[in-house]
């Protein structure tokens, strides 16, 4: 089982369309989740924490289920922005002391 | 501000030149990475300075050697490179301090001919 899993789509969204991305993980002991966001030829950036009671910024609302192992990103009311690739991040620690480990991706597109 | 730079923004260089590759933060943040990333791939850990001490993703070759002259700057030295490592390469940092969100600079698009 890979450590970090997600549908890699694409998924094509009209504007204004409601999508939610799907990621599980591997490693029972991670600690710390985030999805990040990257564009085409540019560094992935921060889009939010992710906390077991679930927490929401504007249009993205993300939860995490420890028990599942599992962590989810939705995204309401989608803009032609929005239009990157999704990477959903596990912190995990190893002998190198803690190290993040990248999903594969999920590619978004949303079309006007 | 969470700001990460790095330098160049782009860098071409044959199999037989040295290179070096700069990323520098002024977050005061205890952790840097280097990542490469090839073309719709995740990023791929390379090397960790955490509290000045060097970790290594073992599978890394040994032309490749990173430099961490302060807690705000780390190099990538490059040497004797091969065409497969053409990538994307990413400086990231993180403040360490039960806090593991990682903020990444602009990457170095490197092509080795």
């Known amino acids: 089982r890979k450590e970090v899993e997600q549908d890699p789509g694409p998924f094509n969204v009209p504007e204004g369309a409601t999508v939610a991305f799907n990621c599980t993980y591997s490693?029972?002991?991670?600690?710390?989740f985030f999805w990040y966001r990257q564009d085409c030829r540019k560094e992935p950036k921060l889009l939010m924490s992710?906390?077991?009671s679930g927490n929401e910024d504007g249009r993205f609302t993300a939860q995490l289920n420890r028990a599942s192992q599992y962590i989810s990103l939705l995204i309401r009311d989608s803009k032609l922005s929005d239009s990157a690739t999704y990477l959903c991040v596990v912190n995990m620690w190893n002998q190198a002391g803690t190290a993040l480990i990248f999903g594969k991706g999920t590619t978004l597109s949303v079309s006007s | 501000d969470t700001e990460v730079t790095q330098t160049p923004k782009h860098l071409v260089m044959g199999m037989t030149n040295k290179k070096s590759l700069k990323c520098e933060q002024h977050m005061g943040h205890r952790a840097m990475y280097w990542y490469k990333q090839k073309a719709k791939k995740p990023p791929e850990l390379m090397f960790v300075y955490s509290y000045e001490k060097l970790s290594i993703n073992e599978s890394v070759p040994s032309r490749f050697s990173p430099e961490c002259p302060n807690s705000s700057l780390l190099n990538l030295h490059l040497h004797a490179l091969q065409p497969e490592d053409s990538a994307l390469y990413l400086c990231?940092?993180?403040?360490?301090?039960?806090?593991?969100?990682?903020?990444f600079g602009p990457g170095t698009r490197l092509t080795v001919t």
């Open positions: 992710v906390y077991s």
């Open positions: 490693n029972s002991a991670s600690q710390s």
């Open positions: 990231a940092s993180s403040p360490g301090q039960g806090s593991y969100e990682q903020y």
